[in-house]
């Protein structure tokens, strides 16, 4: 016959109780340390703007040997709104995702110097492939930030 825990001796009734709390008290603590632990996921919002602004800028930079300023004012300044869209995305997702934020820091660095030259200097003022060059170097940023991204897809693996 089964006792009821009041009909259990005192100092076994300390023995269980005591079990009890330590094993609530290591679950809450797995629980605690398991919250605690900051996991970024891919996100393919984040991959398509990558994948589109990466060809919007990289032809955009190319085109400044040729086109002066004035002709490429326009886009230029949507390019700008589109990147910092794009940023401010990301940096909404918070610390998790702060290695795809300083990416894009780097990303839109790049193409704002790359206008700054091109305001300031023209076309061909840096040589005659200068800005083709420079939109290499900007495609390879994003490549880095792409593939970055890419690797939290953990489905394709």
Known sequence: MKKLLFETPVSQRKG????????QFLILISLVACSGIPISYYDATTYTQLTSLKAETTT????????????????????????KKAYEYEKGKG????????????VVGLFMD?????????PGALGKKYFQEASVVLGQAFDIAISTENLKNKDKK
């Open 16 to 23: 269980n109780l005591l079990n009890i709390f330590l094993t």
């Open 60 to 83: 955009l930079v190319g085109s400044f040997d040729t086109k002066p300023f004035t002709e490429n004012r326009e886009r230029i300044e949507a390019t700008t709104l589109s990147l």
């Open 95 to 106: 610390n998790p995702n702060s290695d795809t934020e300083k990416q894009f820091t780097k």
């Open 114 to 122: 790359d206008v700054q030259y091109y305001k300031e200097d023209g």
